[in-house]
């Protein structure tokens, strides 16, 4: 049977649990893998976990539903491709179990349990998503911006001190939200430093799994104790011949955050791409080597980031939709595109949808300024139109990839472009959400520069900081990858 992507997921943070919940006992030598090749229905999964003496601890795995209808391939995702993900899972507890920084020491019962799962009274996104809705009305978008950009954790695992604690701490939380005329920073410090707070104290987990690459290894994200902080640097944008898309390159260093010195330089590299299906809307999705793989951003949420941090990109985008050639293009579509809904994709879907033909038609010799612009040189759309669902729908993509790309690499401060792309990446990786200048993406830079003997250059001139437009730090989680 094909196990999809769907199922890898599902399947992968569903195991964890079991396997948390097998060597916290300290049932390893009691676990047989083969002992799933007899797991059928939800009654043999419950005669086996209370064989083992976890039941308590996998309650909410138990009866997920999600896991209960994958149960018949549980035994080929863990033994296909030579017992990959059996040897993974057994990697990443390991490393979780010997982490010096994860307090497992406690007597009480631990309850292991993927998001999904978690109990409406004690879940941590409750008290998320009234706030993300407080930042709805702020920005004014349409919708709200993802959970996971909060809080990306795929398995939580939780005390009854945790549970006590989040049942009463959410629902005060929540009602004193609701009382909030507008939303507040300090609204989500709060909600962070109490998660925070319990996984110091060993009575709170929120675990991110990673793709298994080799031997498991353990990283705590959004640590506020931790004297590292990364930096991101715009490399360029390729906005080439033969795809729909164009891409900002960038790269990752790590920094320490008093001396300044670098301590992994380019960590990461990795591009922000534009999304080329056209149910997939215009969002941005993280691609990076070196690291987990990220997430993607909604328009509402990269546009409004890219012109409250710098829209000198934007106005280089406007000259070009300014010129005598491409009125009745203004007329049609970007009179009243201003504020921060400054791209044309969603007037370009329209038209589209009525007669792709004519969208193409009109629109092409806009997308060949766009690409001649960045590029000194003519589109040839011939490969892109071959791997589209339809020639028409390459111009569409490529037209929308062309604005951002302009936005972008036009920005005409080395330290702006810097900044901006960070901003882009902290949202994707659930680092941060906020856009301008922040005081300590400047005191960073600086710091770098004297570290290395350099002169602060015209670079620094001009730049102020603006840290109301920071809308939260996102929450800490372990990522095991």
Not at 255 to 277: E, M, P
Not at 316 to 323: P, T
């Amino acid at each position: 049977m094909a196990i999809g992507n769907k199922d890898v997921e599902v399947l992968s943070e569903a195991m964890f649990c079991y396997y948390f919940a097998i060597w916290k006992m300290g049932k390893q030598k009691n676990y047989n893998i083969d002992d799933w090749k007899t797991i059928i229905t939800a009654a043999d999964l419950s005669k086996w976990t209370n064989s083992l003496g976890i039941s308590s601890m996998v309650k909410q795995v138990n009866s997920d539903p999600a896991f209960i209808s994958r149960l018949s391939i549980v035994n080929e995702f863990l033994t296909r491709n030579k017992n990959k993900w059996a040897s993974a899972l057994e990697s990443q507890i390991t490393s979780f179990f010997s982490n010096s920084k994860i307090k497992l020491g406690g007597s009480g019962t631990y309850y292991v349990m993927r998001a999904d799962m978690i109990p409406k009274d004690y879940d941590p996104y409750r008290a998320y998503e009234e706030l993300s809705k407080k930042v709805k009305g702020k920005l004014g978008f349409k919708g709200t911006v993802d959970k996971d950009k909060w809080n990306p954790s795929d398995v939580w695992i939780f005390t009854d001190r945790s549970i006590n604690f989040l049942k009463k701490f959410i629902g005060l939380f929540n009602s004193q939200i609701l009382k909030e005329v507008e939303y507040s920073i300090k609204m989500m410090e709060k909600l962070n430093n109490r998660i925070f707070l319990l996984f110091k104290e060993g009575f709170l987990f929120p675990v991110s799994l990673k793709a298994p690459t080799g031997n498991a290894k353990v990283v705590f994200e959004n640590d506020k104790t931790s004297d590292l902080r990364k930096v991101v640097r715009y490399e360029k944008v390729e906005y080439d011949q033969n795809n729909q898309d164009a891409k900002i390159k960038f790269e990752v260093d790590e920094v320490d955050k008093q001396s300044g010195k670098i301590i992994k330089r380019a960590y990461i590299k990795g591009s922000i791409k534009t999304k080329t299906v056209l149910s997939g809307g215009a969002r941005l999705e993280i691609e990076a080597s070196g690291a987990a793989r990220y997430g993607s951003m909604g328009t509402e949420n990269y546009q409004w980031i890219i012109k409250e941090t710098d829209n000198t990109g934007i106005q280089s985008l406007n000259k070009i939709r300014n010129k005598t050639e491409f009125k009745d293009l203004k007329s049609k579509y970007w009179g009243n595109v201003s504020g921060k809904e400054w791209l044309g994709r969603e007037k370009y879907v329209k038209e589209f949808k009525k007669d792709s033909k004519q969208f193409k038609m009109e629109i092409e010799p806009y997308t060949q300024e766009l690409y001649r612009h960045i590029n000194s040189g003519p589109w040839d759309p011939k490969k892109a139109e071959m791997n589209a669902r339809s020639p028409e729908e390459a111009w569409l993509n490529k037209t929308h990839a062309g604005e951002v790309a302009v936005a972008m690499d036009d920005i005409t401060n080395k330290i702006m472009r810097d900044i901006t792309t960070e901003n882009l990446f902290n949202l994707a990786a659930s680092q941060s959400f906020g856009s301008g200048v922040s005081e300590s993406q400047i005191k960073t830079r600086i710091k770098m520069s004297e570290a290395i003997g350099k002169k602060l250059g015209e670079d620094f001139d001009g730049i102020s900081v603006n840290s109301a437009n920071k809308l939260w730090d996102s929450c800490f989680y372990v990522v095991i990858k």
